[in-house]
């Protein structure tokens, strides 16, 4: 009985969490948008028409528990000489030759009280689609998954018995 009534406490005050999250940014589940980017880059061209890895400019994932936004000198070793000439990429060359981040405009934000880790999910053949959505086939990036922690925990519970890592149902494993 004290499990039930601390799930019924505590589920409505963790998802309450996670619902204004959306809020906090400019992304809409329901229409499927997602924010105005400093350059407009292109994720179809790259990743679809290109072929290229997640990983290639997202190289930290299968090693940190952080994936990184590329620095801009990962996208000018290719545009110092590819689509020089275009808006975009002068505008990207402008942050190189100051020597400043572009300041992308985030797209997936957790709470403060929730950690993940991408280096454990890469490492267990996790693709990054499962979470991320089609990124190759978005105009613009948007947030493809609710990320809510009832979204995560029915991940967790079909793969209770994954044979690379087990998924954990420990909450201290998410949640500090």
């Known amino acids: 009985m004290k499990r039930i009534l601390a799930l019924a406490v505590v589920i409505p005050a963790l998802t309450g969490g996670t619902v204004g999250l959306k809020e906090s940014f400019s992304v809409s589940l329901g229409n499927r948008t997602g924010p105005t980017q400093p350059i407009a880059f ?8 290109l072929g290229m890895n997640c990983l290639y400019c997202h190289y930290s994932a299968d090693k ?19 689509r020089a000439d275009s808006p975009e990429i002068i505008k990207l060359a402008g942050y190189f030759e100051r020597g ?8 997936y934000k957790l709470p403060a009280h929730v950690k993940f880790n991408h280096k454990r ?4 053949g996790i693709q990054c689609a ?4 089609k990124v190759q086939e978005m105009k613009v990036v948007y947030q493809a998954t609710s990320l809510k922690m009832g979204w995560c925990v029915t991940c967790h ?8 890592f087990p998924a954990s149902m420990d909450c201290l494993v998410c949640h500090h």
């Not at 292109?42 to 028409?49: C, E, F, I, Y």
């Not at 499962?130 to 959505?133: D, K, L, S």
């Not at 519970?157 to 690379?164: A, M, T």
């Open 130 to 133: 499962e979470c991320h959505g």
């Open 64 to 82: 940190s528990p952080v994936a990184n936004i590329p620095p801009v000198s990962t996208c000018m070793g290719c545009h110092k000489l590819t």
């Open 42 to 49: 292109s994720h179809q061209v790259h990743a679809d028409s």
């Open 100 to 107: 400043e981040p572009v300041p992308w405009v985030e797209v």
């Open 121 to 124: 999910h890469v490492k267990a």
């Open 157 to 164: 519970r079909q793969n209770l018995d994954h044979p690379k």
